[in-house]
């Protein structure tokens, strides 16, 4: 058997006997994961981390007070916020606190939320 390497993550395994041949991606593994260009694990795990973090207050929101009616909203700031902070250190980085100074000059609270309310996402 003949390995033909076509492309970075694909490769042609040929049969001597008949010449035909499988190709496999990825070696085999998970292409989303091993061939994936677009979407680094990192980015992934920040857009699941914010659906769940969505579906926990979802739920919590419409058991306690029904406050979601059957409609699209925009993730609340204090989830988004909580999603960076959880990923930080996985970037070697942490907040540190802001100066009232600083909150007042960018318009937001010392704690948060940090961005202002004409942020759209």
């Given at each position: 058997m003949t390995v033909e390497n076509i492309k970075p993550q694909v490769d042609r395994f040929v049969?001597?006997?008949s010449g035909n041949g499988v190709i496999v991606l990825a070696s085999g593994r998970l292409v989303n994961l091993g061939c994936a260009t677009g979407h680094p694990s990192f980015v992934m795990s920040c857009s699941f981390t914010n659906q769940v973090l969505a579906q926990l207050d979802l739920l919590k929101n419409w058991k306690e007070t029904k406050a979601y009616k059957n409609d699209v909203y925009l993730l609340p700031k204090h989830l988004d916020e909580k999603v960076a902070l959880l990923?930080?250190?996985?970037?070697g980085a942490h907040l540190t606190?802001?100066?009232?100074?600083?909150?007042d000059y960018i318009g937001v609270k010392v704690n948060g939320p940090f961005k202002n309310d004409t942020y759209r996402y």
């Open positions: 049969f001597p006997s990923h930080l250190p996985s970037l606190t802001l100066s009232q100074e600083q909150a």
